[in-house]
């Protein structure tokens, strides 16, 4: 029996309008801070700062120039985001709402964790008018490492007061989500289609199951969590 399922947000519940991943090659470039698109790509779901500084580290060394380079950069980055999403488009993916509807009207708890800082996290939940849905809501801010660590499993956990990991299942659109799943011992670990990686990446990464969207979620347990 499920008791609590976990989403993350940008890729698997939210459309932005590739703002996020605008956001951080433009930031990036600004800084003069090198990358690959393939890093991007692996990155997403990270805590934010951290990609900073992982990135900037390599650009810099690990010294004073790296540590500044990286808060300036995840300063702007943060301004950037905030300013797109109070004002650019910002879509529930399809099929989430009534998803969310479905899970309420069974009595399954709902809680969202991201990458992102709390004031991102915040605005982006604030417009779709998702926080009075939600049993947990768990950020990059609230906890000492971000994915793949499962911290953030946890915490929410805790605040949508769950106490059995197996009865949880985590959602993602990208490999760290299922990673931070699979450590956490969720007992489901499902993978959506709706974000930029494709059953190529998310399939090589350990899951428990891969569908097309959040749209699907509610016949999935239906069928393999009943």
Same mark, same amino acid.
């Given at each position: 029996m499920i008791e609590l399922v976990i989403f993350d947000i940008a890729g698997t519940t939210v459309d932005d309008g590739g703002a996020l991943?605008?956001?951080?090659? *433009?930031?990036?470039? %600004?800084?003069?801070?090198?990358?690959?698109?393939?890093? /991007? =790509?692996?990155?997403?779901? @990270?805590?934010?700062? =951290?990609? +900073?500084? =992982?990135?900037?580290?390599? @650009?810099?060394?690990?010294?004073?120039?790296?540590? =500044?380079?990286?808060?300036?950069?995840h300063i702007a980055f943060t301004e950037e985001l905030l300013h797109e999403y109070r004002? !650019?488009?910002?879509?529930?993916?399809?099929?989430?709402?009534?998803? +969310?509807?479905?899970?309420?009207?069974?009595?399954?708890?709902?809680?969202?964790?991201?990458?992102?800082? %709390?004031?991102?996290?915040?605005?982006?939940? *604030?417009?779709?008018?998702?926080?009075?849905?939600?049993?947990?809501e768990v950020c990059g801010d609230d906890v000492p490492a971000g994915r793949p660590a499962p911290y953030?499993?946890?915490l929410a956990m805790e605040r949508a007061a769950v106490t059995d990991v197996r009865r949880v299942i985590a959602v993602g659109d990208t490999p760290l989500d299922l990673q931070a799943g699979t450590r956490a011992g969720c007992g489901g670990v499902v993978?959506?289609?709706? *974000?930029?990686?494709?059953?190529?990446? /998310? !399939?090589?990464?350990?899951?428990?199951?891969?569908?097309?969207?959040?749209?699907?979620l509610p016949a999935l347990i239906d069928a393999e969590f009943g």
């Open positions: 991943l605008a956001a951080f090659r *433009g930031t990036l470039g %600004r800084f003069a801070i090198p990358f690959e698109e393939a890093e /991007l =790509q692996a990155v997403r779901g @990270a805590n934010k700062l =951290q990609v +900073f500084r =992982q990135f900037a580290t390599r @650009a810099f060394g690990a010294g004073p120039q790296a540590v =500044q380079a990286a808060r300036d950069a004002t !650019g488009p910002l879509d529930p993916i399809d099929g989430a709402v009534s998803t +969310f509807a479905t899970l309420k009207e069974r009595g399954i708890k709902i809680a969202t964790n991201s990458g992102f800082g %709390r004031d991102i996290a915040e605005t982006i939940l *604030g417009r779709l008018g998702w926080r009075e849905l939600l049993d947990g953030m499993i946890y993978g959506v289609l709706t *974000g930029t990686h494709g059953v190529d990446t /998310l !399939g090589a990464t350990r899951h428990t199951h891969i569908i097309s969207s959040v749209a699907a």
